[in-house]
């Protein structure tokens, strides 16, 4: 009887060790804040939610349960075009991975661009400046980019090294035919 009462609770730790360890899995995030300030004469772009956006990126298998950012653009006058970037703040060695991507959608349908963190050439000190689109038109009538950020678990083994780890993007925008308010 004694030898069967600590099989049962050696059987029992080991469970609920597995449940804390597939619920830690599932739960290990990473908060990203992106500070968004921008202002262009002759076109209006705005990041729609805030200039602070966090959010908890554990490893999924859609981008759209990852971190979403809209952003709509209008121009005032004809003629006006935008540059986008994400200036790369915060980026521990740790994120720096394939899983870790990211992609940017034009009015929801049209892929702008597409990358993954582990491919960019980053500053070696500093603030590591990524070129999401250049010189693109800026129609009169409102356009929505929508930026998504996400670690890919459906195609890619996320490492645990990836763990609460902190990132901070800055975006900000430019234009040509505009004038960048300070």
Do not use: C, H
């Amino acid at each position: 009887m004694k030898n069967n009462k600590g099989l049962i609770i050696g059987i029992i730790g080991l469970i609920i060790v597995m449940i804390g360890g597939t619920y830690a899995y599932y739960k290990w995030n990473s908060t990203s804040n992106i500070n968004i300030s921008v202002g262009i004469e002759g076109s209006t772009v705005t990041f729609n939610g805030g200039s602070n956006v966090t959010g908890v990126l554990i490893p999924t298998s859609s981008k759209e349960e990852g971190i979403k950012k809209d952003i709509t653009v209008i121009a005032s006058e004809a003629g006006s075009t935008m540059s986008l970037y994400m200036d790369l703040t915060t980026m521990p060695s740790e994120l720096k991975e394939e899983s870790f991507v990211y992609e940017l959608y034009y009015n929801d349908s049209t892929l702008v661009t597409k990358g993954n963190f582990k491919d960019i050439t980053y500053a070696p000190s500093g603030v590591t400046t990524l070129t999401l689109f250049t010189d693109r038109p800026v129609n009169t009538t409102t356009d929505k980019y929508t930026l998504y950020l996400w670690f890919n678990g459906k195609d890619y083994t996320n490492p645990n090294t990836m763990q609460n780890k902190t990132l901070s993007f800055d975006l900000y925008a430019s234009g040509k035919n505009a004038t960048l308010n300070s």
